[in-house]
């Protein structure tokens, strides 16, 4: 779901609060069903780049219930943040009173992977030290 | 110097020290290079498992003699110029194969890359105990730093005492002195420049005494500089030890009597000891991340070497470097090892140019 | 220290306010051995260091990362916020937040009430403003003249940066007639220059842009700023407060706003935490001035203050302090609020609390064809400072152009809407990576401080109607801007054109002006050719004006000493003395101005 390796997410520590926090906003059932979806789609499509997207695109971003739920984990991940569902979610599954949009903690910030895709650091967090910023950045080419 | 372990008898002239010439003093001041280096990943590796916001106090003790390690290895290289010898850092024999001993140590201990923990932390006494009263200067197998720096020292002084020899001695470049605070900061003191024995001496008793402290007390004496009296390393890592602070009444040979000083000692990655790249070679996420750390470590020791030897500037690109460092090593420290043990990966400090 | 306890005694000064301005008067008093009591309206959590890291972690959990969003709120003294700055409907005020807004145009800049004041968020951008600066009347016709020169302020310009810790190098400052005297030269050398800056002043060389049938260069100098950096010799960085080893140099944290996390970045909690180790000097947070009183002579006896205890709730307790000389040093819609509350200095006019300014900041955006490593260091390092004076200034005014270093940021706040929205297009994994990867590090952002004109209409007014949870006035702004500045915005367009077209953008992603969804709403202003010009700007947190100076007491409320023509003994400090905004972030020229005015209070207190 999110491009980076299972080491770099394990990398982050978060692994386990956000393991914890989305079925205490959505509920265990439809949590495990997104896992369930996802654990089918990995070993159907493991090995083969475009078959994996095309089954996660079809049977989780597609999925009314599903797709949101996808979406919010991926930006735990990027950006350490829940946000709210949205309202047509909402409309069929309730109001959860822990669905609203927040900052999961410090570390959450600290630790979002958006600011490792673009080779930075997240402001006032992992500071890069004196007069890094003048040098050339990183580039995608560089990293790998 | 009032006595010397050499001086056998007053009757008969006195033996020289066992440093007693101007290369075997260089190749001793290189070994100390390496000796002040082989403590850092140790030091980094404790102080990276804690995690941000744990640990506070213990981890600022930590960083603060990690900081002061850096100070040291400056101000040798600072002893090594000064007598006109290049300092080697980036070298693969530079680098301790952990778990190893203290270089040219009388090989009493292992030193190893581990987790913050009881453990590291008996290790880090060991690494900063100081001298016994009256312990002998000690240029090789020796048993505490304190003794082998003695055993420089001596060298020096007898180097100079030579007719014309502290002026054939400090013959560096003054160029190559790394002071002041433009390239170096953030803590553990102020660099300054080695150009004569008095300097010489200066450096080496800083060292010494933020190690082992000052004259046989708890501090470092660094007030002489124009600093704050600090708890010299060992008595720092003795009170994480002892979960208390040391008070104004404590003596060395005692326990600190202050106030509590709260350890969580499982509040820490779990790394297992000592790890290597090799170990990972099937799991090429975690090689691939072990193997950027030790580049970044690598380059790291090429910026160091590049400031000892002329360029004192490239000491500010070592600081991104060292940030770089930190992150890196967190990453790997919350990644299963997949030994089952609930171990994790850590930094494994290997020579990857 | 309870709320019912009041420091006693008699002081030789009370300042209101612990901001920079405040805080450099009570250092320059104090170091003559005069007795200073301080009074902010505040909290002073951040004397201690976890105090401040507290704001930091506070700032990682905030949804929106605003200016004053890692600060405590605090209703018993509160802050206008970006938030609560909305359009304004045609006769309905904005009463959103602390700030009532009256439009026509919204006043998009905010301050903070606490210890350290708005140097708390700054971005710590110090350049001098320029000679012509204090002479635009006679030198452009337009606007007033200040009554001192820029040669009468030059000796505190060197020692507001000595005091405040500013890296610049002289040679990148010497423009528009801008000197140092013969062996100066800042505390610390420049901030390096951030890649972009150095990718886009070399695209530049040589170009130009035409104003007023005359051409300027377009050249990318280092700007001054007061973080940490090398120091020159004579001169030791002063760390953060409580945790000196921190800071000691600029990390790169690139949160300048709102919370530099390392506290390299000058804020006055620095200045007044070493104050706090003099007997001279008392201070006292939680404490609300909320009236300042006229004896029967006309000279100022006492400020009455509140105190509270718990934010919002109280117990409060009213007590009047006393002293020789009174500081009003509370920011510039604070200082103008409390002198319009208390019915003084109005003897002469009514200029109290009138000629509010702003630096309308205008902006720009592109995405370059190859990386520019954005996001990367402090938030600004650069600057083009060939446009912030010139002839040009007759017909329309002049501006600093902030050439930032944080891609997009007020554009639309990356990175979370481009995460969001990729994700809502089904792009994700390795794709949502790359995409990620491949288009935030080829952020620019272009913006303009533009200058404005000091204008009676634009101002700050009381009403008992709007009143804040401990019973004082909340401001009430009226604001507008006029053509000479909205011209200014259209034709520093030209600029980022030179600038795009250098950098070999294409025009399809250049952008001068338009809504961005969620962004401040588009504007419109139609030039002297008819031309009708959508255009954006937000506030700089510039507020200028309010109490200006001035050379008799028929067209001001302070002299050039800051002293009050009405009231001999009462000051008031700060950028609201300013008769122009100039183009430079002012606050330095604020602590410069007062550092010259605490030679007159010392002759009144000798």
Same mark, same amino acid.
């Given at each position: 779901?999110?491009?980076?390796?299972?080491?770099?997410?394990?990398?982050?520590?978060?692994?386990?609060?956000?393991?914890?926090?989305?079925?205490?906003?959505?509920?265990?059932?439809?949590?495990?069903?997104?896992?369930?979806?996802?654990?089918?789609?990995?070993?159907?499509?493991?090995?083969?780049?475009?078959?994996?997207?095309?089954?996660?695109?079809?049977?989780?971003?597609?999925?009314?219930?599903?797709?949101?739920?996808?979406?919010?984990?991926?930006?735990?991940?990027?950006?350490?943040?829940?946000?709210?569902?949205?309202?047509?979610?909402?409309?069929?599954?309730?109001?959860?009173?822990?669905?609203?949009?927040?900052?999961?903690?410090?570390?959450?910030?600290?630790?979002?992977?958006?600011?490792?895709?673009?080779?930075?650091?997240?402001?006032?967090?992992?500071?890069?030290?004196?007069?890094?910023?003048?040098?050339?950045?990183?580039?995608?080419?560089?990293?790998? | 110097?009032?006595?010397?372990?050499?001086?056998?008898?007053?009757?008969?002239?006195?033996?020289?020290?066992?440093? *007693?010439?101007? %290369?075997?003093?260089?190749?001793?001041?290189?070994?100390?290079?390496?000796?002040?280096?082989?403590?850092?990943?140790?030091?980094?590796?404790?102080?990276?498992?804690?995690?941000?916001?744990? *640990?506070?106090?213990?981890?600022?003790?930590?960083?603060?003699?990690?900081?002061?390690?850096?100070?040291?290895?400056?101000?040798?290289?600072?002893?090594? *110029?000064?007598?006109?010898?290049?300092?080697?850092?980036?070298?693969?024999?530079?680098?301790?194969?952990?778990?190893?001993?203290?270089?040219?140590? %009388?090989?009493?201990?292992?030193?190893?890359?581990?987790?913050?923990?009881?453990?590291?932390?008996?290790?880090?006494?060991?690494?900063?105990?100081?001298?016994?009263?009256?312990?002998?200067?000690?240029?090789?197998?020796?048993?505490?730093?304190?003794?082998?720096?003695?055993?420089?020292?001596?060298?020096?002084?007898?180097?100079?005492?030579?007719?014309?020899?502290?002026?054939?001695?400090?013959?560096?470049?003054?160029?190559?002195?790394?002071?002041?605070?433009?390239?170096?900061?953030?803590?553990?003191?102020?660099?300054?420049?080695? %150009?004569?024995?008095?300097?010489?001496?200066?450096?080496?008793?800083?060292?010494?005494?933020?190690?082992?402290?000052?004259?046989?007390?708890?501090?470092?004496?660094?007030?002489?500089?124009?600093?704050?009296?600090?708890?010299?390393?060992?008595?720092?890592?003795?009170?994480?030890?002892?979960?208390?602070?040391?008070?104004?009444?404590?003596?060395?040979?005692?326990?600190?009597?202050?106030?509590?000083?709260?350890?969580?000692?499982?509040?820490?990655?779990?790394?297992?000891?000592?790890?290597?790249?090799?170990?990972?070679?099937?799991?090429?996420?975690?090689?691939?991340?072990?193997?950027?750390?030790?580049?970044?470590?690598?380059?790291?020791?090429?910026?160091?070497?590049?400031?000892?030897?002329?360029?004192?500037?490239?000491?500010?690109?070592?600081?991104?470097?060292?940030? %770089?460092?930190?992150?890196?090593?967190?990453?790997?420290?919350?990644?299963?090892?997949?030994?089952?043990?609930?171990?994790?990966?850590?930094?494994?400090?290997?020579?990857?140019? | 220290?309870?709320?019912? /306890?009041?420091?006693?005694?008699?002081?030789?000064?009370?300042?209101?306010?612990?901001?920079?301005?405040?805080?450099?008067?009570?250092?320059?008093?104090?170091?003559?051995?005069?007795?200073?009591?301080?009074?902010?309206?505040?909290?002073?959590?951040?004397?201690?260091?976890?105090?401040?890291?507290?704001?930091?972690?506070?700032?990682?959990? $905030?949804?929106?990362?605003?200016?004053?969003?890692? +600060?405590?709120?605090?209703?018993?003294? =509160?802050?206008?916020?970006?938030?609560?700055?909305?359009?304004?409907?045609?006769?309905?005020?904005?009463?959103?937040?602390?700030?009532?807004?009256?439009?026509?145009?919204?006043?998009?800049?905010?301050?903070?009430?606490?210890?350290?004041?708005?140097?708390?968020?700054?971005?710590?951008?110090?350049?001098?403003?320029?000679?012509?600066?204090?002479?635009?009347?006679?030198?452009?016709?337009?606007?007033?003249?200040?009554?001192?020169?820029?040669?009468?302020?030059?000796?505190?310009?060197?020692?507001?940066?000595?005091?405040?810790?500013?890296?610049?190098?002289?040679?990148?400052? @010497?423009?528009?007639?801008?000197?140092?005297?013969?062996?100066?030269?800042? !505390?610390?050398? $420049?901030?390096?220059?951030?890649?972009?800056?150095?990718?886009?002043?070399?695209?530049?060389?040589?170009?130009?842009?035409?104003?007023?049938?005359?051409?300027?260069?377009?050249?990318?100098?280092?700007?001054?700023?007061?973080?940490?950096?090398?120091?020159?010799?004579?001169?030791?960085?002063?760390?953060?407060?409580?945790?000196?080893?921190?800071?000691?140099?600029? @990390?790169?944290?690139?949160?300048?706003?709102?919370?530099?996390?390392?506290?390299?970045?000058?804020?006055?909690?620095?200045?007044?935490?070493?104050?706090?180790?003099?007997? +001279?000097?008392?201070?006292?947070? /939680?404490? &609300?001035?909320?009236?300042?009183?006229?004896?029967?002579?006309?000279?100022?006896?006492?400020?009455? +203050?509140?105190?509270?205890?718990?934010?919002?709730?109280?117990?409060?307790?009213?007590?009047?302090?006393?002293?020789?000389? +009174?500081?009003?040093?509370?920011?510039?819609? @604070?200082?103008?609020?409390?002198?319009?509350?208390?019915?003084?200095?109005?003897?002469?006019?009514?200029?109290?609390?009138?000629?509010?300014?702003?630096?309308?900041?205008?902006?720009?955006?592109?995405?370059?064809?190859?990386?520019?490593?954005?996001?990367?260091?402090?938030?600004?390092?650069?600057?083009?400072?060939?446009?912030?004076?010139?002839?040009?200034?007759?017909?329309?005014?002049?501006?600093?152009?902030?050439?930032?270093?944080?891609?997009?940021?007020? &554009?639309?706040?990356? =990175?979370?809407?481009?995460?969001?929205?990729?994700?809502?297009?089904?792009?994700?994994?390795?794709?949502? $990576?790359?995409?990620?990867?491949?288009?935030? !590090? $080829?952020?620019?952002?272009?913006?303009?401080? &533009?200058? /404005?004109?000091?204008?009676?209409?634009?101002?700050?007014?009381?009403?008992?109607?709007?009143?804040?949870?401990?019973?004082?006035?909340?401001?009430?702004?009226?604001?507008?801007?006029?053509?000479?500045?909205?011209?200014?915005?259209? @034709?520093?367009?030209?600029?980022?054109?030179?600038?795009?077209?250098?950098?070999?953008? !294409?025009?399809?992603? /250049?952008?001068?002006?338009?809504?961005?969804?969620?962004?401040?709403?588009?504007?419109?202003?139609?030039?002297?050719?008819?031309?009708?010009?959508?255009?954006?700007?937000?506030?700089?947190?510039?507020?200028?004006?309010?109490?200006?100076?001035?050379?008799?007491?028929?067209?001001?409320?302070?002299?050039?000493?800051?002293?009050?023509?009405?009231?001999?003994?009462?000051?008031?400090?700060?950028?609201?003395?300013?008769?122009?905004?100039?183009?430079?972030?002012?606050?330095?020229?604020?602590?410069?101005?007062?550092?010259?005015?605490?030679?007159?209070?010392?002759?009144?207190?000798?």
């Amino acid at each position: 779901m999110t491009g980076f390796s299972e080491a770099e997410l394990h990398g982050t520590a978060m692994a386990k609060t956000y393991f914890a926090l989305v079925p205490s906003i959505v509920g265990e059932a439809l949590f495990g069903r997104l896992l369930a979806i996802w654990h089918d789609s990995w070993i159907r499509g493991k090995g083969d780049e475009p078959l994996l997207e095309q089954l996660v695109t079809d049977q989780i971003l597609d999925d009314p219930d599903l797709g949101p739920i996808a979406r919010n984990v991926a930006s735990l991940w990027y950006l350490g943040m829940w946000f709210q569902l949205p309202a047509e979610w909402r409309n069929v599954h309730g109001a959860w009173a822990n669905d609203v949009t927040f900052v999961v903690s410090p570390q959450s910030y600290t630790e979002a992977l958006v600011w490792k895709a673009i080779h930075t650091h997240p402001p006032a967090a992992k500071q890069p030290g004196y007069g890094s910023w003048a040098l050339p950045p990183v580039t995608t080419e560089d990293a790998s | 110097m009032k006595t010397t372990s050499s001086r056998t008898s007053s009757l008969t002239p006195p033996l020289p020290p066992p440093i *007693n010439t101007p %290369d075997s003093l260089k190749e001793h001041l290189q070994t100390a290079l390496m000796i002040e280096h082989s403590t850092i990943p140790p030091y980094l590796c404790a102080l990276y498992s804690i995690p941000n916001g744990e *640990n506070v106090t213990a981890s600022t003790l930590i960083r603060s003699v990690v900081m002061e390690e850096m100070l040291h290895m400056v101000l040798v290289a600072n002893l090594l *110029n000064a007598i006109n010898c290049p300092p080697k850092v980036k070298d693969p024999k530079f680098i301790p194969t952990y778990p190893a001993y203290l270089p040219h140590s %009388d090989k009493k201990f292992v030193v190893q890359l581990l987790p913050f923990g009881t453990d590291a932390i008996e290790t880090f006494l060991k690494i900063e105990m100081p001298a016994p009263l009256g312990a002998p200067p000690q240029s090789g197998d020796f048993r505490t730093i304190a003794q082998f720096y003695a055993a420089i020292r001596q060298g020096f002084e007898y180097l100079c005492a030579q007719p014309g020899g502290e002026k054939k001695l400090f013959v560096g470049s003054a160029s190559k002195q790394i002071d002041g605070s433009s390239w170096y900061y953030g803590g553990g003191g102020a660099p300054f420049a080695v %150009d004569s024995l008095k300097t010489a001496l200066e450096a080496i008793a800083e060292i010494t005494e933020q190690g082992e402290g000052y004259d046989h007390t708890l501090y470092d004496g660094d007030n002489r500089f124009g600093q704050v009296d600090e708890l010299a390393h060992f008595f720092r890592f003795n009170e994480i030890r002892a979960g208390r602070r040391y008070q104004a009444t404590d003596t060395p040979n005692g326990y600190p009597t202050g106030a509590a000083l709260v350890v969580d000692w499982s509040a820490r990655f779990p790394m297992a000891p000592n790890p290597k790249v090799s170990e990972y070679a099937d799991r090429p996420e975690i090689h691939q991340l072990m193997m950027e750390f030790n580049r970044t470590y690598t380059k790291l020791l090429g910026s160091l070497d590049t400031a000892f030897n002329g360029t004192p500037s490239e000491l500010l690109k070592a600081v991104p470097l060292m940030y %770089d460092l930190k992150y890196r090593a967190q990453t790997l420290m919350a990644i299963p090892s997949g030994r089952g043990d609930g171990t994790t990966v850590g930094p494994s400090f290997e020579y990857a140019p | 220290m309870s709320v019912s /306890q009041s420091p006693s005694g008699n002081y030789d000064a009370i300042i209101v306010g612990g901001g920079p301005v405040g805080a450099h008067v009570a250092k320059e008093l104090v170091a003559k051995n005069k007795r200073v009591l301080m009074l902010e309206a505040g909290r002073a959590g951040g004397l201690t260091y976890q105090g401040y890291r507290s704001y930091v972690d506070t700032y990682y959990t $905030r949804v929106i990362k605003d200016t004053n969003s890692p +600060y405590p709120y605090n209703p018993s003294a =509160p802050s206008p916020n970006d938030t609560d700055i909305v359009k304004i409907v045609k006769g309905t005020p904005d009463i959103i937040g602390y700030q009532v807004e009256m439009g026509p145009e919204a006043f998009g800049s905010t301050y903070l009430r606490q210890l350290g004041g708005t140097s708390l968020h700054w971005l710590g951008t110090t350049p001098r403003f320029c000679p012509n600066d204090f002479k635009l009347k006679t030198k452009y016709g337009r606007g007033v003249d200040w009554p001192l020169t820029y040669d009468e302020l030059e000796p505190y310009y060197g020692q507001a940066e000595w005091s405040m810790g500013v890296s610049a190098n002289k040679g990148d400052q @010497e423009m528009h007639g801008i000197k140092f005297p013969r062996g100066y030269d800042y !505390p610390m050398e $420049r901030i390096p220059m951030s890649y972009s800056d150095q990718v886009i002043g070399k695209a530049v060389k040589g170009k130009t842009v035409n104003f007023s049938g005359k051409d300027y260069p377009v050249q990318v100098s280092s700007l001054a700023q007061a973080r940490n950096s090398i120091p020159r010799k004579g001169y030791t960085p002063v760390g953060a407060v409580g945790n000196p080893d921190v800071g000691q140099r600029c @990390e790169g944290n690139g949160a300048c706003i709102p919370i530099c996390p390392v506290q390299a970045k000058y804020s006055a909690l620095k200045t007044i935490a070493a104050l706090l180790e003099s007997p +001279y000097f008392t201070l006292l947070a /939680q404490a &609300v001035v909320t009236k300042v009183t006229l004896g029967a002579n006309g000279r100022v006896n006492g400020v009455e +203050y509140v105190r509270y205890e718990t934010e919002g709730l109280g117990p409060n307790a009213t007590f009047t302090a006393t002293a020789t000389i +009174y500081v009003l040093a509370g920011h510039a819609v @604070e200082n103008a609020k409390l002198l319009l509350a208390s019915n003084v200095a109005n003897k002469y006019n009514k200029e109290v609390g009138r000629n509010l300014m702003d630096h309308p900041f205008s902006y720009t955006w592109a995405l370059a064809p190859q990386s520019m490593g954005s996001f990367r260091g402090p938030i600004q390092t650069s600057g083009i400072e060939t446009l912030r004076d010139g002839d040009f200034r007759k017909d329309f005014a002049a501006f600093r152009t902030d050439v930032g270093n944080a891609g997009w940021d007020i &554009v639309n706040y990356p =990175p979370n809407g481009d995460v969001t929205e990729a994700l809502g297009k089904n792009v994700f994994g390795k794709k949502l $990576r790359s995409q990620l990867a491949n288009t935030l !590090p $080829r952020q620019v952002r272009i913006g303009y401080d &533009v200058e /404005q004109l000091p204008e009676w209409k634009n101002c700050v007014e009381i009403d008992p109607t709007y009143k804040d949870a401990l019973g004082c006035y909340r401001p009430i702004i009226k604001y507008d801007v006029s053509d000479y500045s909205w011209q200014a915005m259209v @034709e520093a367009m030209k600029v980022s054109k030179v600038v795009f077209d250098a950098l070999g953008i !294409p025009t399809k992603d /250049q952008h001068f002006h338009g809504r961005i969804a969620g962004v401040a709403d588009s504007k419109h202003y139609t030039s002297p050719d008819g031309k009708r010009h959508p255009l954006n700007f937000i506030g700089a947190g510039h507020h200028i004006g309010t109490h200006r100076m001035g050379f008799t007491k028929s067209d001001s409320v302070v002299n050039s000493d800051q002293q009050s023509w009405d009231h001999d003994n009462l000051y008031v400090v700060g950028c609201g003395s300013m008769p122009t905004t100039g183009t430079a972030n002012p606050t330095l020229t604020a602590v410069a101005l007062a550092l010259r005015s605490t030679k007159a209070m010392l002759g009144q207190l000798r």
